[in-house]
């Protein structure tokens, strides 16, 4: 079936720095992928969603210049945060369609300390 | 505002008992209905697909049904295992949507042997 990787699945950075998250589909082309955070015992938000070969459309509310996404290939996107704080402390997942449902990566859990 | 929610409280069930969660929208006229399982520290995984004009799917010990006039969605999982063990997440989507989501908190369900 699709799969979906994410990487890295942990990340630990100091406050002020940038992360990249990469998110690549391994057996099919996504020229859409989705980017979500959730917190503790919360629901998936939406971010962004990202476009391959054009910008990405963020949801209300979220900084596009501090969460930088690029989907420069039909099976690569990138979701970086730019100058982290804790409050950027979250569980980062991105996601692709294939056939009915979307398929997930295995998720980001991003602590800034 | 679109509005999902699932059981806010954990549902705990014994084994070979069937477990039913809920589904329960409002402002939203959902295309399509989509149901995961999440497991701690992963991303969903997809389980179910229904449309607005479907009533009722099936899959092995799995059932769904969609009723847009109440604005819900059960989900039902039959001679559950501890292996069913896991937060379920239920989404909703439209065609005109983009293939964006929304997603309820999820119920978290518990089967002890």
């Known amino acids: 079936g699709a799969v979906v990787s994410q990487h890295p699945s942990r990340v630990i950075c100091k406050s002020g720095t940038s992360v990249k998250i990469e998110c690549r589909s391994l057996?099919?082309?996504?020229?859409?992928m989705f980017w979500y955070r959730q917190f503790p015992k919360q629901s998936l938000m939406l971010m962004a969603t990202s476009n391959e070969g054009s910008k990405a459309t963020y949801e209300q509310g979220v900084e596009k210049d501090k969460f930088l996404i690029n989907h420069a290939s039909l099976t690569l996107s990138t979701l970086t945060v730019t100058s982290a704080h804790p409050e950027d402390s979250s569980f980062y997942i991105c996601s692709a369609s294939q056939g009915d449902g979307y398929t997930f990566g295995s998720g980001t859990r991003l602590t800034v300390v | 505002s679109q509005k999902i929610e699932q059981n806010s409280e954990a549902l705990n069930i014994q084994e070979g008992k069937t477990a039913t969660l809920t589904c329960n929208y409002t402002?939203?006229?959902?295309?399509?209905l989509q149901w995961y399982r999440q497991d701690p520290g992963r991303g969903p995984v997809f389980l179910l697909l229904?449309?607005?004009?479907?009533k009722e799917k099936r899959k092995e010990r799995l059932k769904v049904t969609f009723d847009t006039t109440l604005k819900q969605s059960l989900f039902h999982i039959t001679a559950s295992q501890p292996a069913d063990s896991a937060t379920y997440l239920c989404?909703?989507?439209?065609?005109?949507?983009?293939?964006?989501?929304?997603f309820g908190q999820g119920t978290e369900l518990s089967v002890k042997p």
């Open positions: 057996d099919f082309q996504a020229t859409t």
């Open positions: 402002n939203y006229s959902p295309a399509y």
């Open positions: 229904i449309r607005e004009n479907e």
């Open positions: 989404a909703l989507g439209g065609d005109n949507q983009g293939g964006k989501l929304i």
